[in-house]
Nanobody
Framework: QVQVAEAGGGSVQAGDSLRLSCAASGRTFSEYVLSWFRQAPGKDRTIVAATTWSGSSTYYSDSVKGRFTLSRDTAKNTVYLQMDSLKPEDTAVYYC??????????????????WGRGTQVTVSS
């Protein structure tokens, strides 16, 4: 069994920063893709950033490119999402998702087997 848990959400002002973390525990995989999705009220869940576990490939959506940065702590099995210059439109529940055994970043939510419960990010203007 694999557990994925997010942490680090909160309420901030526009222009502020937050750092989310995603810790994976339980069964380990030699390869996987770890992605961050977000879902705002009334909208679909969409991918915002992703990395292969090796770090050889990363992805950022156009809406966050240049503002969000992924980093990894392999010793802790944790991936961080540094979110800078936050905007009100970044307000959403942020989910961490794991696609085990994959080397390819995929933006389709249904391919991810393991999900965290989500963490709320609220950005006020």
């Amino acid at each position: 069994q694999v557990q994925v848990a997010e942490a680090g959400g909160g309420s901030v002002q526009a222009g502020d920063s937050l750092r989310l973390s995603c810790a994976a525990s339980g069964r380990t995989f030699s390869e996987y893709v770890l992605s961050w999705f977000r879902q705002a009220p009334g909208k679909d869940r969409t991918i915002v950033a992703a990395t292969t576990w090796s770090g050889s490939s990363t992805y950022y959506s156009d809406s966050v490119k240049g503002r969000f940065t992924l980093s990894r702590d392999t010793a802790k099995n944790t991936v961080y999402l540094q979110m800078d210059s936050l905007k009100p439109e970044d307000t959403a529940v942020y989910y961490c998702a794991l696609n085990p055994g994959s080397r390819r970043i995929d933006g389709r939510a249904h391919v991810y087997s393991f999900w965290g419960r989500g963490t709320q990010v609220t950005v006020s203007s």
